[in-house]
Structure formats: C-alpha cells, structure tokens
C-alpha cells in the first residue's frame, strides 16, 4: 500500500507544478465590460476557433489538470485516512 501512496504523491507533484506553470503563462481574458461598451464584436472568426489555437489548448490543459488536482487530492487524503 506504501508503493501505491508514493506513486500517487509523485504523480500529485507533477500535476501542481504543470498546474502552476500553465496558470502562470496564460494570459488575461480581455473581455470585461469595457468591450461592452465599446461594442466589441464576439461573432468573427478568431472567437468561434479560439478552442483551436494555442490559447485554447492550454485552456483546455489547465482544465484537464484541474481537475486531476482535485481527484488525486481526495484520493491521497483517503490512503492517509
């Protein structure tokens, strides 16, 4: 059972620290109320494929990682129960 915690712990730290670095390199979503009122259009073509570029993906990864954060957080705190 000792293996299995160690395997977890290590696979825990990965996930931080990838966790840390993609939220750190991502930058700020512009949309704020300043693009209302300035009319700011969110029908062209970048924001329909934003799920395709380099942006999106690392939107998608930070997600994925997210939420592996938080199953491996409850899954370690039930083998140190």
Known sequence: MDIVKNILLVIYVI???ALIVLTLI???DGSSASG????????????????RTKEGRMKRWTIALGIAF????????????
């Open 70 to 81: 938080a199953v491996l957080a409850v899954a370690l705190s039930i083998f140190y129960i």
């Open 15 to 17: 996930v931080t620290f």
């Open 26 to 28: 991502q930058t700020k």
């Open 36 to 51: 209302t009122i300035t009319g700011s259009s969110t029908n062209n073509f970048y924001n329909q494929n934003k799920g």
